[in-house]
């Protein structure tokens, strides 16, 4: 049961380019979400999804554009990468979002924007 | 809104000694309350949660936590620290109501053999 990956684990690109990372869980979970890591700020939510073809900004979302036509699938795509969205990105799944629920997190991708 | 604060950065403790990661908390409302662990190049995985009830969580790995409501405290604990233990341990929180888990920025601690 392979659970949750993101692809790829790395990637560096240059200013102005289109990039675009993947997240693929297994679990069948309802609720899927894009968090970005940086110093000193902690995890913080860019999209949340709640089932296919729902979708819904979170706290940073700006320059950032995700889609979700299959359960499974929740891809997060930088339009046109900037220095500041260098980061690590991690994507979650949950079966719900009920106060109850966990998240459960994928391995990372560390994204660098030249 | 809802925040967490995690005042320590880093806290380095000896192996077999007892562990504390601190972790306060404002929100609107009850309180839901997480620890997360992460090691190098992995994502973060669950450690344990406050929902209601007994103020005393227990978790993953001998890890247990402590709600405190008058404090407005979720510290994560641990009778006897291990080097394996060495990490970054995310407290979060969520309101009710609320879509999303708000996290703190993260403690790092490492366990000294």
């Known amino acids: 049961d392979a659970g949750i990956t993101q692809s790829p684990r790395y990637k560096i690109t240059e200013t102005g380019r289109q990039v675009t990372l993947m997240c693929h869980q297994t679990?069948?979970?309802?609720?899927m979400f894009w968090y970005r890591q940086d110093l000193g700020h902690g995890l913080r939510l860019i999209y949340y999804?709640?089932?296919?073809?729902?979708?819904d900004k979170g706290e940073v979302p700006d320059g950032y554009v995700v889609s979700r036509s299959k359960t499974e699938n929740f891809p997060l795509t930088l339009e046109s990468a900037t220095r500041s969205q260098t980061s690590v990105y991690f994507c979650?799944?949950?079966?719900?979002?009920?106060?109850?629920?966990?998240?459960?997190f994928g391995p990372g991708t560390r994204l660098t924007v030249t | 809104a809802q925040s967490v604060a995690q005042p320590e950065d880093q806290v380095n403790v000896a192996e077999g000694n007892p562990l504390t990661v601190k972790c306060t908390y404002s929100?609107?409302?009850?309180?839901?309350l997480f620890w997360y662990v992460q090691y190098p190049n992995r994502g973060l995985q669950f450690l344990l949660k406050?929902?209601?009830?007994?103020?005393l969580v227990k978790g993953s790995y001998g890890f247990e936590a402590e709600f405190n409501k008058s404090q407005t405290s979720f510290h994560l604990k641990k009778p006897s620290a291990l080097v394996s233990d060495s990490a970054l341990y995310f407290c979060?929180?969520?309101?009710?109501?609320?879509?999303?888990?708000?996290f703190g920025t993260g403690t790092r601690l490492t366990v000294i053999p």
């Open positions: 406050y929902i209601t009830g007994d103020n």
């Open positions: 979060a929180v969520r309101e009710s109501g609320a879509n999303n888990l708000f």
């Open positions: 979650a799944s949950s079966t719900g979002t009920g106060v109850s629920y966990e998240q459960y």
């Open positions: 999804s709640a089932a296919a073809d729902i979708t």
């Open positions: 679990w069948s979970h309802s609720y």
């Open positions: 929100v609107s409302g009850n309180p839901y």
